[in-house]
């Protein structure tokens, strides 16, 4: 310019220029992100860098906070420079109306405001609180609860002739469902409920702590119920395994029996549900409470002020979206079709078998 030239550069919003070097200053602290979001269309939470054609939650997520300022682009592309940590990776298409993630970022004003412009209304940010340095999100998790939707004509004999619009849940269905869930409270070998994983592998045992199924409901004139489980931790597909087999019980298609077996060292072909009714609920974070919640320094990991938000949230996205869902692609009609060609007397019969020739 002192030289007669023009300035190439584009003059900026003064505003802009000072917002940035605002958000460079601002100091990097540690914190939890309270997220909730429908996971349709998704290929599960967990960010696969390099991976463009898996498009997952993290990185709508991550494209959110580099946009607002929160994290520098860097952070973006390697995530363990912002010491990012998730509560549980959700699987393909799986929702969450409280899933936590943990991370330095810049406390920029109206962050949460300025992240969910960055995201697609199916994602949301309902809260954030300040945790301590070493906090990490996955490991501090005593608890995680998840639901589980779906239509109730799931539970309907298979001798029976069903029209699922107008299938009821009877009690007796019901009292029989919530026996069979409650099997599973305790601490039992689930290497059947996952794959790789041996029956003499420390970490397929997990802890129960509960599981019920609750009163039915009617939505758009199909009955649905939503199963509640909240245990210590799970492996991939574990919830959806133990919901399977129930399911395969009530049906006639297996004998209860199955159950106890499945926690043997023998191999059982436990049935899969469909993943479209599984919701992340709820984390919780009681030893970290106890220690941190009421040091006059950090906040309990608790939403009570936010529970609002995430039931008008689950009310807009993710109710709808399995309603939908199962009206248009009828996954679970789809899914009930295959029990019948499963083969689960293979499994009780190798058991006999090897019970006799140990006698």
């Known amino acids: 310019e002192e030289n007669g030239h023009p300035n190439k550069r584009p003059k ?20 939890v992100l309270l997220m909730a979001y429908s996971g349709k269309g998704y290929h599960g939470m967990q960010r ?14 991550v494209s959110a906070l580099v946009q607002s300022g929160c994290i520098p682009e860097n952070h973006g592309e390697d995530m363990k420079k912002m010491s990012f940590q998730r509560c549980a990776r959700t699987d393909k298409g799986v929702s969450a109306a409280g899933q936590i993630v943990s991370l330095k970022v810049r406390l920029i004003d109206d962050i949460l405001e300025k992240i969910n412009n960055h995201l697609p209304s199916h994602i949301r940010i309902l809260g954030l609180k300040r945790v301590t340095g070493g906090f990490n999100s996955k490991n ?3 608890a995680r609860t998840y639901s589980y ?6 539970f309907a004999h298979k001798d ?20 069979l869930l409650a099997c599973y409270k305790g601490t039992h070998n689930f290497h059947n409920f996952t794959s790789q994983k041996g029956p003499r592998d420390p970490s397929a045992k997990r802890y129960i702590m509960e599981m019920y199924c609750g009163e039915p409901f009617v939505r758009e004139d199909m009955e649905f119920a939503v199963i509640k489980v909240k245990g210590q931790s799970f492996m991939m597909h574990q ?6 087999l129930v399911i395969a019980i009530v049906k006639g298609y297996a004998a209860e029996s199955i159950i106890e077996l499945s926690w043997g060292e023998e191999k059982v072909d436990v049935p899969k ?18 220690r941190f919640g009421n040091d006059g320094l950090h906040e309990p990991l608790e939403w009570t002020e936010e529970e609002e938000k995430i039931a008008v ?17 009828k996954s679970m009609v789809n899914w009930l079709n295959t029990l019948s060609i499963h083969d689960f007397n293979s499994s009780v019969v190798g058991m006999q078998a090897k019970n006799k020739n140990s006698k």
């Not at 939707?149 to 799931?154: D, N, V």
């Not at 549900?273 to 106890?290: C, D, I, S, T």
């Open 12 to 31: 900026r919003d003064a505003d802009e220029e000072d917002a940035e070097e605002r958000n460079k200053k601002s100091p990097k602290r540690k914190i």
């Open 313 to 329: 949230f689950k009310e807009q996205y993710i109710y709808p979206t399995i309603i939908n869902t199962e009206r248009e692609e």
């Open 140 to 142: 501090k998790c005593d």
């Open 239 to 244: 919830i959806r395994k133990m919901i399977g």
């Open 160 to 179: 029976h002739d069903v029209q699922e619009e107008v299938y009821r849940l009877d009690r007796e269905t019901l009292e029989k469902v919530n026996k």
């Open 48 to 61: 696969n860098v390099g991976s463009s054609q898996f498009k997952t939650i993290e990185d709508d997520l």
């Open 273 to 290: 549900a469909p993943g479209l009714g599984l919701v992340l609920e709820r984390v919780h974070f009681e030893k970290y409470n106890r």
């Open 149 to 154: 939707m779906l239509p109730t004509f799931a």
